[in-house]
C-alpha cells in the first residue's frame, strides 16, 4: 500500500465521514410519511395540455392538510350534496378568476374521467389540475381499498392506506385476502 | 413543493431503445471497473476468504456506502424520488439460506455471477465454466421451483427497509452505516496486514 | 498470480467508488439498481421457449420471462451484462491482462477446476434464483435503499464463504 493510496484513502474516508454525519441533522422523510409530493402527469386531449394528479396524492394532501389548495367539485349541486371530498367546494364558473387568484393550486374532478376547461388564459393555466379517475377512483382506492385486487408492496403501506381510510371514514375490504410481495410477478422478481 | 426530477423513465417519456443503451453503457462502465480492480482473476477474488487480500469486501462496500449517500442526499433535495426507485424485497428465511448456499458456490468457484462474465470474457476458462454452471442452475431452478413454491415465498416481508422495520431516522441509519464500512474498512486494512505478515 | 504485472490493478476504494456512482446514475435515470442473474434467467428463458414452447410456457417459472409483447432478451439486465462483458473485454485488452488460462492453484488439475467451478455455478444460480438476486443486484443495489432481505443476504454470503473455505484450500495453494 503506498503513501499515495494512503492518502487517497485518507480523503475518502473523510469525505465519507462528513457526508455521513450531516445525514444525521436532516430530518429526512422516508418512503411511507411522505412528503406530499406533487406530482403530477401531463396529458393531451385535443391538443389541450391538461395536468393530472393521482387519488392517491389528492388524499394525501388532504390528510396532510397541506394549504394554499382549493378542491373543486364540478358536478351537479345534488351529487354533491351526497358525497363530495372533504375541503372541497362546488365549481362556480363566475369564482374561478378569484379563486385562481387567491389559492395557489386549483383541482378539479368530476364523476369518472378528468374534464378540462377551455377558456383559462394562458398564464393562469398552470395551476389547474385534474384528479385522474374521479370520484370513482376515490371510492375505490381511497374509501374502499380491495385488498384483494390493490397490490400491497409491504406492511407499512398497508397500514398506511388503512389508516388514511378509515380517516375519510370508509372500511378497507379484504384484508383477509392480502397479498404482500415486492412485485405483483411470482417468480420474476428480483434482478 | 417542488417537481422531482428523477427517475428519469417515470417521469418523463423515454423511449425504450435509449433505455437498453443507457443499459449497455452502464454494464460496460461497471464491467470495466471490475476487471480494473482484478476481479477478472478467480485467484484474487478468493483471497477474501483466506483474509490475505479484502478487496472484494472494500469495493462492496465502497460501493453500497456511496451508492446509499448519493440516494439520501439526491431523495433530501427533493431530485430523487425515493417512492419510485425499485427496493428488493426481503424473504427473511430464503435469503439467508440462501446467502448461504451462495457462499458456498461462491468459494467453489471463486467467481460471482457478474465477475464471471468479466473473467469468461478477458480469456479465463473458468468463467465460462461457471457461466455455463449458472445456465445449468437455472435450468435446474425451473425444473424444481413450482414445487417448493410454498417454501420459496415463506416469511415474505415485501419491500422493507431497514429503517422502516427499526423505525429509527433515516439520516441516523445512514450516518451509523457509513461509520460502519469506515470502521470494517480500518479493521480490514489490519487483518490484511496481519494475514500477509503470516505468509511471507 | 505471481507474475508482475504490467498495469496494477486499481484502488478497490476508488473502483467501489466508481461503482456506487454507477448505481446512483442508474436509479436516476431507470430507477432500478444493476443486476446479473436476470440476463442469465431471460437468456435460459429465450432459448427453452426456441426448443420447446409448449413446455416453457407451461413452466411458472420460465413462462413469466417469455408472457408479454417483448422478447425476453430485450430486458434491461441482458443489455447490461452484455455491456459487463464487452467492457471487461475492453480493460483486459488496454490492461494487457488477456490470456487464455485457467486460474487455479498448483495442486490441483485444471479439469477437476473446471468441474468444480461448473458445480460452483450450478450452486451459485441456483441460490441466486432463491434470493431473487446475486451480488450486484441484491447485495449492491439493495444495500444502497437498505434493503433488509439485501443485507441480510450480504451477511449470509460472507459467513457461507468463510465457514466452507478452510475445506478446499487444496484447490488454491
Same mark, same amino acid.
Given at each position: 500500500?503506498?503513501?499515495?493510496?494512503?492518502?487517497?484513502?485518507?480523503?475518502?474516508?473523510?469525505?465519507?465521514?462528513?457526508?455521513?454525519?450531516?445525514?444525521?441533522?436532516?430530518?429526512?422523510?422516508?418512503?411511507?410519511?411522505?412528503?406530499?409530493?406533487?406530482?403530477?402527469?401531463?396529458?393531451?386531449?385535443?391538443?389541450?395540455?391538461?395536468?393530472?394528479?393521482?387519488?392517491?396524492?389528492?388524499?394525501?394532501?388532504?390528510?396532510?392538510?397541506?394549504?394554499?389548495?382549493?378542491?373543486?367539485?364540478?358536478?351537479?349541486?345534488?351529487?354533491?350534496?351526497?358525497?363530495?371530498?372533504?375541503?372541497?367546494?362546488?365549481?362556480?364558473?363566475?369564482?374561478?378568476?378569484?379563486?385562481?387568484?387567491?389559492?395557489?393550486?386549483?383541482?378539479?374532478?368530476?364523476?369518472?374521467?378528468?374534464?378540462?376547461?377551455?377558456?383559462?388564459?394562458?398564464?393562469?393555466?398552470?395551476?389547474?389540475?385534474?384528479?385522474?379517475?374521479?370520484?370513482?377512483?376515490?371510492?375505490?382506492?381511497?374509501?374502499?381499498?380491495?385488498?384483494?385486487?390493490?397490490?400491497?408492496?409491504?406492511?407499512?403501506?398497508?397500514?398506511?392506506?388503512?389508516?388514511?381510510?378509515?380517516?375519510?371514514?370508509?372500511?378497507?375490504?379484504?384484508?383477509?385476502?392480502?397479498?404482500?410481495?415486492?412485485?405483483?410477478?411470482?417468480?420474476?422478481?428480483?434482478? | 413543493?417542488?417537481?422531482?426530477?428523477?427517475?428519469?423513465?417515470?417521469?418523463?417519456?423515454?423511449? =425504450? +431503445?435509449?433505455? *437498453?443503451?443507457?443499459?449497455? $453503457?452502464? %454494464? /460496460?462502465? &461497471? !464491467? #470495466?471497473?471490475?476487471?480494473?480492480? @482484478?476481479?477478472?482473476?478467480?485467484?484474487?477474488?478468493?483471497?477474501?476468504?483466506?483474509?490475505?487480500?479484502?478487496?472484494?469486501?472494500?469495493?462492496?462496500?465502497?460501493?453500497?456506502?456511496?451508492?446509499?449517500?448519493?440516494?439520501?442526499?439526491?431523495?433530501?433535495?427533493?431530485?430523487?424520488?425515493?417512492?419510485?426507485?425499485?427496493? =428488493? +424485497?426481503?424473504? *427473511?428465511?430464503?435469503?439467508? $439460506?440462501? %446467502? /448461504?448456499? &451462495? !457462499? #458456498?458456490?461462491?468459494?467453489?468457484? @471463486?467467481?460471482?455471477?457478474?465477475?464471471?462474465?468479466?473473467?469468461?470474457?478477458?480469456?479465463?476458462?473458468?468463467?465460462?465454466?461457471?457461466?455455463?454452471?449458472?445456465?445449468?442452475?437455472?435450468?435446474?431452478?425451473?425444473?424444481?421451483?413450482?414445487?417448493?413454491?410454498?417454501?420459496?415465498?415463506?416469511?415474505?416481508?415485501?419491500?422493507?427497509?431497514?429503517?422502516?422495520?427499526?423505525?429509527?431516522?433515516? %439520516?441516523?441509519?445512514?450516518?451509523?452505516?457509513?461509520?460502519?464500512?469506515?470502521?470494517?474498512?480500518?479493521?480490514?486494512?489490519?487483518?490484511?496486514?496481519?494475514?500477509?505478515?503470516?505468509?511471507? | 498470480?505471481?507474475?508482475?504485472?504490467?498495469?496494477?490493478?486499481?484502488?478497490?476504494?476508488?473502483?467501489?467508488?466508481?461503482?456506487?456512482?454507477?448505481?446512483?446514475?442508474?436509479?436516476?435515470?431507470?430507477?432500478?439498481?444493476?443486476?446479473?442473474?436476470?440476463?442469465?434467467?431471460?437468456?435460459?428463458?429465450?432459448?427453452?421457449?426456441?426448443?420447446?414452447?409448449?413446455?416453457?410456457?407451461?413452466?411458472?417459472?420460465?413462462?413469466?420471462?417469455?408472457?408479454?409483447?417483448?422478447?425476453?432478451?430485450?430486458?434491461?439486465?441482458?443489455?447490461?451484462?452484455?455491456?459487463?462483458?464487452?467492457?471487461?473485454?475492453?480493460?483486459?485488452?488496454?490492461?494487457?491482462?488477456?490470456?487464455?488460462?485457467?486460474?487455479?492453484?498448483?495442486?490441483?488439475?485444471?479439469?477437476?477446476?473446471?468441474?468444480?467451478?461448473?458445480?460452483?455455478?450450478?450452486?451459485?444460480?441456483?441460490?441466486?434464483?432463491?434470493?431473487?438476486?446475486?451480488?450486484?443486484?441484491?447485495?449492491?443495489?439493495?444495500?444502497?435503499?437498505?434493503?433488509?432481505?439485501?443485507?441480510?443476504?450480504?451477511?449470509?454470503?460472507?459467513?457461507?464463504?468463510?465457514?466452507?473455505?478452510?475445506?478446499?484450500?487444496?484447490?488454491?495453494?
Amino acid at each position: 500500500m503506498n503513501l499515495g493510496n494512503m492518502k487517497t484513502n485518507n480523503i475518502l474516508a473523510i469525505l465519507a465521514f462528513i457526508i455521513g454525519i450531516s445525514a444525521v441533522f436532516t430530518n429526512h422523510a422516508d418512503r411511507n410519511n411522505l412528503y406530499p409530493v406533487w406530482k403530477y402527469r401531463t396529458d393531451r386531449i385535443d391538443k389541450e395540455k391538461i395536468r393530472l394528479i393521482s387519488v392517491n396524492c389528492l388524499a394525501d394532501l388532504v390528510y396532510l392538510k397541506e394549504q394554499g389548495i382549493t378542491i373543486l367539485d364540478t358536478r351537479s349541486i345534488a351529487e354533491y350534496e351526497e358525497y363530495h371530498i372533504p375541503t372541497s367546494i362546488p365549481y362556480n364558473e363566475q369564482d374561478l378568476a378569484s379563486l385562481l387568484k387567491s389559492s395557489e393550486k386549483v383541482i378539479l374532478y368530476s364523476d369518472k374521467n378528468y374534464n378540462y376547461l377551455s377558456e383559462v388564459p394562458a398564464n393562469l393555466s398552470g395551476k389547474i389540475y385534474n384528479l385522474n379517475g374521479g370520484i370513482d377512483e376515490w371510492f375505490s382506492m381511497v374509501l374502499f381499498p380491495d385488498f384483494s385486487k390493490i397490490h400491497v408492496r409491504n406492511r407499512q403501506t398497508l397500514e398506511k392506506i388503512v389508516n388514511r381510510s378509515r380517516y375519510f371514514g370508509g372500511t378497507p375490504q379484504n384484508i383477509n385476502l392480502l397479498n404482500i410481495s415486492s412485485r405483483s410477478g411470482r417468480f420474476r422478481e428480483g434482478c | 413543493m417542488e417537481l422531482i426530477i428523477a427517475p428519469i423513465r417515470f417521469n418523463y417519456e423515454v423511449s =425504450n +431503445g435509449l433505455l *437498453l443503451v443507457f443499459a449497455l $453503457l452502464t %454494464g /460496460i462502465f &461497471f !464491467g #470495466f471497473f471490475l476487471e480494473k480492480a @482484478g476481479f477478472g482473476n478467480a485467484g484474487v477474488l478468493i483471497k477474501q476468504f483466506y483474509l490475505t487480500d479484502m478487496r472484494m469486501f472494500k469495493v462492496l462496500f465502497s460501493a453500497i456506502i456511496t451508492g446509499m449517500l448519493g440516494t439520501f442526499w439526491l431523495s433530501y433535495f427533493k431530485i430523487l424520488d425515493i417512492t419510485q426507485i425499485y427496493i =428488493n +424485497g426481503t424473504y *427473511l428465511w430464503p435469503q439467508i $439460506l440462501g %446467502g /448461504i448456499l &451462495f !457462499g #458456498f458456490g461462491f468459494v467453489l468457484c @471463486g467467481l460471482c455471477p457478474g465477475t464471471s462474465c468479466v473473467a469468461a470474457f478477458t480469456g479465463k476458462l473458468d468463467g465460462l465454466a461457471v457461466m455455463g454452471g449458472m445456465i445449468a442452475g437455472i435450468i435446474i431452478f425451473g425444473e424444481t421451483a413450482p414445487s417448493m413454491d410454498k417454501y420459496l415465498n415463506f416469511s415474505s416481508l415485501g419491500d422493507v427497509s431497514i429503517y422502516e422495520i427499526l423505525n429509527m431516522n433515516y %439520516g441516523l441509519l445512514t450516518f451509523l452505516i457509513a461509520l460502519f464500512a469506515l470502521v470494517c474498512f480500518w479493521i480490514v486494512g489490519k487483518v490484511e496486514e496481519r494475514f500477509n505478515k503470516k505468509l511471507s | 498470480m505471481s507474475t508482475k504485472q504490467k498495469y496494477p490493478y486499481w484502488n478497490p476504494y476508488i473502483v467501489g467508488t466508481g461503482i456506487g456512482i454507477l448505481i446512483i446514475i442508474s436509479f436516476v435515470t431507470t430507477g432500478r439498481g444493476l443486476g446479473a442473474i436476470g440476463a442469465f434467467s431471460s437468456f435460459v428463458a429465450s432459448i427453452m421457449k426456441t426448443i420447446a414452447p409448449e413446455r416453457t410456457l407451461m413452466n411458472p417459472v420460465f413462462s413469466e420471462y417469455i408472457s408479454g409483447i417483448e422478447h425476453p432478451l430485450k430486458d434491461w439486465v441482458v443489455f447490461e451484462i452484455i455491456g459487463v462483458c464487452i467492457g471487461g473485454l475492453i480493460s483486459g485488452l488496454l490492461s494487457k491482462r488477456f490470456k487464455f488460462e485457467v486460474i487455479k492453484g498448483p495442486q490441483i488439475s485444471s479439469v477437476n477446476r473446471l468441474i468444480l467451478a461448473f458445480a460452483g455455478g450450478i450452486l451459485m444460480a441456483f441460490a441466486a434464483k432463491v434470493t431473487r438476486g446475486c451480488t450486484s443486484g441484491l447485495a449492491l443495489s439493495g444495500g444502497s435503499v437498505l434493503s433488509l432481505g439485501a443485507w441480510l443476504f450480504m451477511f449470509s454470503v460472507f459467513i457461507g464463504g468463510y465457514s466452507i473455505s478452510f475445506l478446499i484450500k487444496k484447490v488454491w495453494n
